[in-house]
């Protein structure tokens, strides 16, 4: 008789490859663009989530990103507050923000695109 085999050991699981150039951009774009489509903070959140470690620039727009969507949801948050307690006077600084927060994304989409690192210029920086 054979002496029977051990169980194979849990062996840990294999590196993931880094993402090539073309899908890291690829991504970096994406991931400015998703949030004006209407899934705001959780785009940036999942790809920076799930790729992260398979390529730096991506992974350095997603948390720019991901900063910008968390500072833009604390001002709508302030700015709905202030516009409830003042009767809707600092209502125009909500539309301000919305605007400038559709044209810093498009910045940010195209510098990505010429595989620039783009730091939006007014965000909290919640996420290293």
Do not use: C
Not at 73 to 100: D, E, K, Q, W
Not at 101 to 110: F, S, T
């Amino acid at each position: 008789m054979s002496t029977p085999t051990p169980p194979p050991a849990w062996d840990a699981p294999a590196p993931v490859p880094p993402l090539s150039p073309q899908d890291e951009r690829t991504w970096a774009i994406l991931v400015h663009l998703l949030p004006l489509l209407g899934v705001g903070l959780l785009a940036p959140l999942v790809v920076w989530l799930v790729f992260r470690g398979r390529g730096p620039f991506l992974e350095h727009h997603a948390k720019e990103s991901l900063n910008l969507q968390l500072t833009v949801l604390i001002a709508v948050a302030v700015g709905t507050l202030l516009s409830v307690v003042l009767f809707g006077i600092p209502a125009l600084l909500l539309v301000l923000a919305g605007v400038a927060w559709v044209v810093l994304e498009i910045l940010a989409a195209v510098a990505a695109s010429r595989w620039e690192w783009y730091r939006y210029p007014v965000t909290l920086r919640l996420v290293p």
